[in-house]
T-cell receptor, first 117, second 112 residues
Framework: GNSVTQMEGPVTLSEEAFLTINCTYTATGYPSLFWYVQYPGEGLQLLLKATKADDKGSNKGFEATYRKETTSFHLEKGSVQVSDSAVYFCALSTSNAGGTSYGKLTFGQGTILTVHP | DAGITQSPRHKVTETGTPVTLRCHQTENHRYMYWYRQDPGHGLRLIHYSYGVKDTDKGEVSDGYSVSRSKTEDFLLTLESATSSQTSVYFC???????????FGEGSWLTVV
């Protein structure tokens, strides 16, 4: 079956530090990969996505590259801000034998990021 | 704002009582989902719907049922709530497979 493993948190950084949150996956077929962000008290928002190997997703200064050879999709940001404090989820979606996935997502456990001024 | 309204947003209920959570969307999206969020588990899919009256089970469906009689509404029912169902429940919608999935703001359920 499908699974997603994220690095253990919480992660605590100072403002302007470099961020990496590791994500690896196991999936049948060729998954699409996602990073979602959840701010306190809110639902999840799509941060970025990549749908095929070597694709790079990017948004708001965050980047992640779909690495098929290492089954990874690590999230990076060169200079974090206090406003980036949130929970980050790596997720994947695959198609079934009929070519449909219904968009079902498999999530990692989430990584709490706290950024201090 | 993705046009998703969950109700109730917060509920405390007793073990053994039935509970229904409602998800209402104004986007006319075909797919709707119910997830639960628990510490250390991320989000896990309970049930999903790919059209009116078309639903299927997710990975943690035991103890839950769903109904979708209209495009805009997707109901999640706990027939007899247990303490293990204390969680945050998120509704999500999508126009179709491969499209962005949008999440509601969550419903906090406590079973005592």
């Amino acid at each position: 079956g499908n699974s997603v493993t994220q690095m253990e948190g919480p992660v605590t950084l100072s403002e302007e530090a470099f961020l990496t949150i590791n994500c690896t996956y196991t999936a049948t077929g060729y998954p699409s990969l996602f990073w979602y962000v959840q701010y306190p008290g809110e639902g999840l928002q799509l941060l970025l996505k990549a749908t095929k190997a070597d694709d790079k997703g990017s948004n708001k200064g965050f980047e992640a590259t779909y690495r098929k050879e290492t089954t990874s999709f690590h999230l990076e940001k060169g200079s974090v801000q206090v406003s980036d404090s949130a929970v980050y989820f790596c997720a994947l979606s695959t198609s079934n034998a009929g070519g449909t996935s219904y968009g079902k997502l498999t999530f990692g456990q989430g990584t709490i990021l706290t950024v201090h001024p | 704002d993705a046009g998703i309204t969950q109700s109730p947003r917060h509920k405390v209920t007793e073990t053994g009582t039935p509970v229904t959570l409602r998800c209402h969307q104004t986007e006319n999206h075909r797919y709707m989902y119910w997830y639960r969020q628990d510490p250390g588990h991320g989000l896990r899919l309970i049930h999903y719907s790919y059209g009116v009256k078309d639903t299927d089970k997710g990975e943690v469906s035991d103890g839950y049922s769903v109904s979708r009689s209209k495009t805009e509404d997707f109901l999640l029912t706990l027939e007899s709530a247990t303490s293990s169902q204390t969680s945050v429940y998120f509704c999500a919608i999508s126009r179709g497979a491969g499209n962005t999935i949008y999440f509601g703001e969550g419903s906090w359920l406590t079973v005592v």
